[in-house]
């Protein structure tokens, strides 16, 4: 009878393996959309977990768009090249120059005139703390 739970399991872990080792390799036509340059430049900005935690050399760095531009990059085997901005205005500066293929940011109007959003991949609630008696009632 405890073989069966066993068996189960192992079942189960060959299963989950077998699914994540399909991995489909991206047309030339994607990767050249997406890395024109033969590199995948991803803007960033700094000061932002969100975008890019900056350490000691830029290889190390961490934060949720250095990330996954990181691994997009892997994924579709090109080099990965993080392009580090000031503020997300100057980002914007970076696209009229060709500086950059893929940014990681919110979406607002000025932002959507120029740019093609995907859905969401990350949302952050934000609340706020006030003390008693400074606002009104």
Known sequence: MRTLPWLTAAVAAFVIAGCASIVST???????ALAPT????????????ASIVRAVTLEESKGVGFDLGKDLARRIGVPFDP??????????DGL???EWDLTFFGPNLERESVLIFTPSFLVIEHGYLVPAGIMPS
């Open 26 to 32: 991206p047309s030339p036509e994607v990767r050249q």
């Open 38 to 49: 033969g590199k995948l430049r991803v803007a960033l900005y700094a000061g932002s977990p």
């Open 83 to 92: 392009v580090v901005y000031r503020s997300p205005g100057a980002i914007l």
């Open 96 to 98: 009229k120059s060709g």
